[in-house]
């Protein structure tokens, strides 16, 4: 079944286009580097949302390790998400609605609070950048035109890239701001989460997964988007401990029901690691992370790409479910 591409923040957008990482780079920075790290423990600090202008990603999949990242001059004002409300470990979040009069040029600017048009936020130069504590060598040179990091194609990283428990270091030799260094933690296979999950109004919503040998300074993020599609997009973020099993809280839930549903919702399971650093214009992190996605089943909700999809009488409606 075709499945629609999901509403995505910006931030989210230019993640989506990091490839599969290959091997490079001198030899110098070798995977088992004796200098890459001080021995001190890893806490788990992502950036906070309203303060994050870039990402690196080390990203394990049952099929390939791939390794990229991108840094901008400011916070994009749509990127940063409205907390309605939050109960034990998660939080319900909504998309800021941002209205200028007369309207933004949408070459150079974006629309922020307060009817104020601001420079678009542009991708910036890290300079070089070394990835410490993989399994080959690796370092990073940005795209010139779209200031990417993503390694080049001629050859792949061994899969997978790194050693679970491994401790991976990720600096920048300097470029439009000083140099940056980040920590990371070699995560495992996120395997055995349950697919398809059911949500119902009222009652929790159990997820499980296998939990690791040695879970480390990594938790497990929770994203559950019903409304993809939707005119307002809605979701819940949870991080939790990497127990094996948690769950949404019922509360949350109904409030994410009664904002609405579109067609194809999902629940996106991470383990990650996170770290972050400070630039002039904001916070840059480093995460390594491994995630499974899984179908949401909805009562009385039955998700679409075609009519013939549907029950007789019934149409698929623009935001892919059956009316």
Not at 144 to 158: F, G, H, I, R
Not at 199 to 208: K, L
Request: proline content about 11%; glycine content about 10%; hydrophobic content about 35%.
């Amino acid at each position: 079944m075709f499945r629609p591409p999901a509403r995505l923040p910006f931030a989210v957008h230019f993640a989506m286009g990091l490839l599969a990482a290959g091997c490079g780079g001198d030899p110098a920075v070798a995977g088992a580097d004796p200098g890459a790290d001080d021995g001190s423990p890893l806490s788990y600090e992502p950036c906070p949302t309203g303060q994050r202008v870039g990402s690196f990603s080390i990203a394990l999949t049952d099929q390939y390790t791939s390794v990229g990242g991108k840094v901008f001059d400011a916070v994009a004002p749509r990127d940063v998400p409205v907390e309605v409300s939050s109960e034990r470990d998660c939080t319900l979040f909504t998309t800021p609605v941002m209205q200028c009069n007369p309207g933004c040029d949408p070459s150079t600017q974006v629309c922020g609070a307060d009817n104020q048009c601001l420079p678009q936020p542009e991708a910036r130069d890290l300079g070089k950048v070394t990835v410490r504590g993989l399994l080959v060598p690796l370092q990073l040179e940005p795209n010139m035109v779209t200031k990417a990091y993503t390694n080049p194609a001629s050859a792949q990283l061994p899969q997978p890239g790194f050693e679970p428990g491994a401790r991976l270091r990720l600096s920048s030799s300097g470029g439009d701001y000083p140099p940056v260094e980040l920590r990371g933690w070699g995560v495992s296979l996120l395997q055995g989460v349950s697919n398809p999950i059911s949500v119902q109004a009222g009652r929790d919503v159990p997820v499980s997964w296998q939990p690791p040998d040695d879970p480390g300074p990594a938790r497990v993020h929770l994203n559950l988007n019903i409304n993809h599609h939707g005119s307002s997009t809605n979701w819940i973020e949870c991080d939790v401990p990497d127990t094996g099993s948690a769950s949404v809280p019922a509360g949350l839930v109904d409030q994410l029901l009664a904002r609405g549903q579109s067609g194809f919702p999902t629940l996106t399971v991470t383990r990650r690691s996170a770290s972050s650093a400070q630039i002039e214009p904001g916070c840059v992190e480093l995460l390594v992370s491994s995630e499974s996605v899984s179908d949401v089943e909805l009562d009385n909700f039955q998700s679409c790409s075609r009519a013939d999809e549907c029950s007789p009488g019934q149409a698929c409606g623009p935001e892919f479910f059956c009316l």
